[in-house]
């Protein structure tokens, strides 16, 4: 919106945002809409179509935002002879569930399609003259 009405603003602080999608996102985000297309019922004309299929997506988003040593500090499993089910499997199980709760899989495969194809510099010259503005 700053760029687009940039004398509503004297300061902006963007948090959680970029000028551009980077292709490892977009990858990610690719994969993401694999597991949503790959759930047989993503082709049903009903809300609750795909919904397996996104949280599995939200597994892989997870592990986009987390990284090695925050799964190994917080997801670490404290019997040692477990074989499974491990606390990492069930922390992602338990946050596709909850993002189930509150979202359905066509706003989740939109939304990832929308943050691919978001680029401030599109029709403005480059990134670096609409961040100028």
Known sequence: M?????????????IATNAFHSPWARAFNASQRH??????????????????????????????????ETYNFYQAD????????FRSES???????????RFNAF?????SQSMDSHQVGRGRGSVTAALKK
């Open 107 to 111: 706003s989740y495969f939109n939304l």
């Open 2 to 14: 700053a760029i687009e009405e940039p004398d509503l603003f004297e300061h902006i602080v963007p």
């Open 35 to 68: 597991c949503i297309e790959l759930d047989p019922t993503w082709k049903n004309s009903d809300p609750e179509a795909g919904m397996n299929g996104m949280k599995v997506a939200r597994g892989v988003a997870l592990l986009s935002y987390r990284n090695q």
């Open 91 to 101: 922390y992602q199980s338990y946050q596709g569930e909850k993002l189930a709760a």
């Open 78 to 85: 404290e019997d040692l002879k477990s074989i499974g089910p």
